[in-house]
């Protein structure tokens, strides 16, 4: 476990319900902050209180604590609707909202609220995870809550079905399916369940990445021979071929602001990670310090990459600060594979055998989100 950075900085915002009385919270950076949550009414007040509770103490934020110790207070209501609130220890309201939805749909919105409001970073309550489970002796697409809850099994072809990568907003997964007896890229719409083949070329079509704004993919295509990385629409067209290299291109992530590209190629003989714009041109390669490194995944604040490297009889997770702060090892227990950032630049998931896990990259504390579908691998988070 790692020590926390410390530093001071004031967070000012306007009450919503005091708007002549601008209310300043003033926190440390890396310190966890004292909040209540008081009993929330309503038939399904106690779901959403054991919902909101989960969310806020895995962001690692917040002391969770009894009123008289806390600095703020979280409240609410619930009938038909979620009326949530925060006050601070001089009663004024810094959070007030209504929120519609299913109980855990509630939960999850206030808690993205409050961790907003509060610290200024981003919740991920709200998010979806997508992967590949074994456990009807196939390998299919499966969507989930970030916490585990509200498992789905989306595909049932009796076929390969792998690689998925969610959209960011979480209402798409793109992922590679042999229904045709070859691989192409499928896209399924969650809220209607229609499935789309966008990419179906001779060759290899596999391990789509869609860009931080949903409207393109990255993938591995090989219709010109070798397996490079293209560039094309989210619904398959106008592709652009990226890499030119006579190596195995593949695991395309793209950056933040969408204009470039981390993937994996063994053009120099073992997989390392290499770096190129996102509309063409020559590739640089990364170096991570490591003689063997796959699976990157580019953190939503652009400082870091995640990827698989080899060691200790399996694979392990680590992190490089793409400004120049060097590599290191974030998980090395079993077979760590496949991680992939959250909306805070702070929490990773992976698999590991029949489990996939969620990772603090700041303490290492970690949790167990997914178990009992069989052996699991390749999550997708969105963001």
Do not use: C
């Not at 209607?192 to 990419?199: A, F, L, Q, T």
């Not at 001779?202 to 070798?226: E, L, M, Q, R, Y």
């Amino acid at each position: 476990m790692r020590a926390l950075w410390i530093s001071l900085f004031t967070l000012a915002f306007a009450a919503l319900v005091h708007a002549q009385d601008e209310p300043v919270i003033t926190i440390k950076k890396g310190d966890r902050i004292d909040l209540a949550i008081s009993s929330i009414g309503g038939s399904d007040g106690a779901a959403i209180a054991s919902v909101l509770k989960n969310d806020l103490a895995v962001t690692g934020l917040f002391n969770l604590v009894s009123g008289g110790q806390a600095a703020f207070t979280a409240s609410g209501s619930s009938s038909g609707a979620l009326q949530g609130s925060v006050t601070d220890t001089g009663g004024r309201t810094v959070v007030s909202s209504s929120y519609s939805g299913s109980a855990r749909d509630r939960a999850h919105q206030f808690a993205d609220d409050i961790v907003e409001t509060l610290t200024g970073k981003r919740g991920f309550a709200r998010s979806k995870i997508a992967f590949v489970a074994a456990r009807s002796g196939r390998k299919e697409i499966y969507v989930a809550d970030y916490d585990g809850a509200n498992v789905q099994q989306l595909t049932r072809d009796g076929k390969i079905s792998v690689s998925p990568s969610i959209s960011p907003d979480g209402r798409r997964i793109a992922y590679t399916g042999y229904q045709s007896g070859y691989p192409d890229i499928y896209v399924i719409d969650l809220a209607s369940g229609r499935r789309e083949r966008v990419v179906k070329f001779p060759g290899t079509n596999s391990g789509a990445a869609f860009s931080p704004d949903g409207s393109s993919i990255a993938a591995t295509v090989s219709k010109d021979g070798n397996p490079e990385i293209y560039v094309m629409s989210a619904s398959g067209g106008g592709a652009r071929r990226i890499t030119k290299s006579p190596g195995a291109d593949s695991s395309p992530t793209w950056s933040p602001d969408g204009g470039e590209l981390i993937y994996t190629s063994d053009t120099g003989g073992a997989p390392q990670l290499y770096r190129a714009s996102a509309r063409g041109g020559s590739a640089q390669r990364i170096s991570a310090g490591y003689s063997y490194t796959t699976e990157p995944s580019w953190a939503p604040d652009g400082r870091k990459v995640a990827f698989n490297v080899r060691g200790g009889g399996g694979f392990q997770i680590a992190v490089l600060d793409l400004n120049g702060g060097g590599a290191r090892v974030l998980e090395t227990g079993g077979n760590a594979e496949d991680p992939a950032w959250g909306a805070d630049s702070r929490h990773l998931i992976y698999s590991s055998g029949s489990a996939i896990y969620l990772l603090d990259a700041n303490t290492g504390t970690k949790t167990k989100v997914i178990d009992g579908l069989g052996k699991v691998s390749e999550p997708s988070w969105s963001r």
